[in-house]
């Protein structure tokens, strides 16, 4: 089959889009709505988001019942559509909970749960999909496309919907989350429509149904297999290195250099900006270098991690340089090389999604989607609880947020010396997959 030109590329980063987009709105909005409009306490939407990483850890099986049915195409379909009904549910959930708080909650709890599964269901195989379908030097640029459309899609929803939901009703909320849910599924139904094709192998296994065992077989066979193991311990530890500064910064800019919420909310959009730029020249340098050099994304994979750390320590730096230190650019550059890395990263994923035991690409990013969605599920909190921590040690914000930077960035060290010992050609792995499967790789593989 013929690899995916730009417009292909770019239609399937548009179901991302659509994905984020109603991710953001249930999240983000409703978050706000829970704790602000409704008076709740905050760990009560808090629990809820828990509740939707922790479902990422059924991507495995997601994935497993793509491998076997044979289709990435009604998985991605079905679990946009399974997410879009769970952004209902949650905006119809919170409308019911002043009158009937305890029901409420109860439909917002399965709401949430209807969340995570849909996001892992389609995020999964639409990954195994691109992996497929995608010329492999422009796996980088892929992955580029993908994520910037998702934060497209952040960016745009939470900006329509912003003006929608003014002034605030039970009522604005539903009929913006149902317009939001059916949009994303009708330009998800678009986007994938015929890409995929009829087979994507040649003697691929007529659709059916995996049994428990069968998925328990099928986890321990990919498991068995060091590289993938070792790729999934690596995407765990970088990305919660990548996601425990999330919560940190824009405080440790407050307390450290005084500066106001407005000032550190504008700090937040410069890394922002620096991240987006850093997946953009990757991208684009990955995809030339690409051409040349087959599976240089591990080079960029591991420059994007030491340079994370070596930003990080900067941000350490310069809370104890303290006022005249250029905290923007230091900001900036730390933006700039977690883009780069989060790039090399999600493109690595999909390179080397294929090698191993055939027929596990979904299981086997399954896998790799779940530790990274835990990762970020407990990043986050595990920063701030280690920033609690230093300050009970010492007595100045900046050394205590300075041993925390520095420990993140031990972290990326750590993860940049995994991926370095990573060889997906040796340990068995070329034997395991058969040689069938390579003339269904794009030229060039």
């Not at 889009?17 to 706000?32: F, H, I, P």
């Not at 796996?139 to 459309?149: E, F, H, Q, Y």
């Not at 910064?249 to 730029?277: C, D, I, K, N, Y």
Request: proline letters at 5%; a positive charge; glycine letters at 14%.
């Amino acid at each position: 089959m013929t690899p995916l030109g730009w417009i292909g590329i770019v239609r399937l980063g548009l179901v991302q889009a659509a994905l984020g987009a109603v991710v953001v709105l249930t999240t983000s909005t409703m978050n706000r709505v829970m704790v602000v409009e409704l008076a709740l306490p905050a760990m009560v939407p808090g629990a809820l988001v828990a509740l939707h990483y922790a479902m990422q850890l059924l991507r495995p099986r997601l994935g497993h019942g793509s491998d076997v049915g044979g289709r990435r195409t009604p998985w991605i379909v079905g679990g946009m559509a399974l997410l879009a009904a769970g952004g209902v549910g949650a905006a119809t959930a919170i409308a019911m909970i002043p009158a009937a708080p305890f029901v409420g909650l109860a439909l917002a709890t399965l709401a949430f749960l209807a969340i995570g599964v849909g996001v892992g269901a389609s995020g999964t195989s639409l990954l195994v999909l691109m992996a497929k379908r995608v010329a492999p030097h422009r796996r980088p640029a892929a992955a580029t496309v993908t994520w910037v459309l998702m934060i497209l899609g952040f960016i745009v929803t939470a900006a329509i919907t912003g003006r929608l939901l003014d002034p605030y009703s039970p009522d604005r909320l539903i009929a913006i989350a149902t317009g939001v849910g059916i949009a994303a599924v009708l330009v998800t139904i678009v986007a994938i429509w015929g890409i995929e094709g009829h087979a994507t192998d040649a003697d691929a296994p007529a659709p059916r149904q995996a049994s428990a065992s069968e998925f328990r077989s099928a986890l321990a066979e990919v498991w068995a297999e060091p590289a993938s193991r070792g790729f999934a311990i690596f995407v765990f530890v970088s990305m919660l290195a990548y996601s425990a500064q999330d919560l940190i910064l824009e405080p440790w800019a407050g307390l450290v250099f005084a500066m106001t919420p407005g000032e550190t909310t504008r700090l937040s959009g410069v890394q922002h900006f620096g991240v987006l730029l850093g997946m953009i020249v990757v991208g684009f340098a990955g995809t030339v270098v690409g051409r040349r050099r087959p599976g240089a994304l591990r080079g960029w994979m591991i420059g994007g991690c030491v340079a994370s750390a070596g930003s990080l320590a900067l941000v350490g730096i310069g809370g104890l340089y303290g006022p005249g230190w250029p905290v923007r650019e230091t900001v900036f550059l730390l933006g700039l090389c977690n883009g780069a890395y989060a790039v090399a990263a999600i493109g690595s994923m999909m390179e080397r999604v294929g090698q191993g035991q055939a027929r596990r690409e979904g299981l086997r990013m399954g896998i790799w989607g779940a530790a990274q969605a835990v990762a970020f599920g407990i990043g986050g909190f595990l920063g701030t609880m280690a920033v609690d921590a230093a300050r009970l040690v010492f007595a100045d914000p900046a050394t205590a947020y300075a041993s925390v930077f520095v420990g993140e960035g031990l972290m990326f060290v750590a993860a940049a010396l995994m991926a370095s010992r990573l060889d997906f050609t040796r340990l068995g792995l070329a034997r395991a997959v058969p040689r069938e499967t390579a003339t269904h790789e794009p030229a060039g593989a």
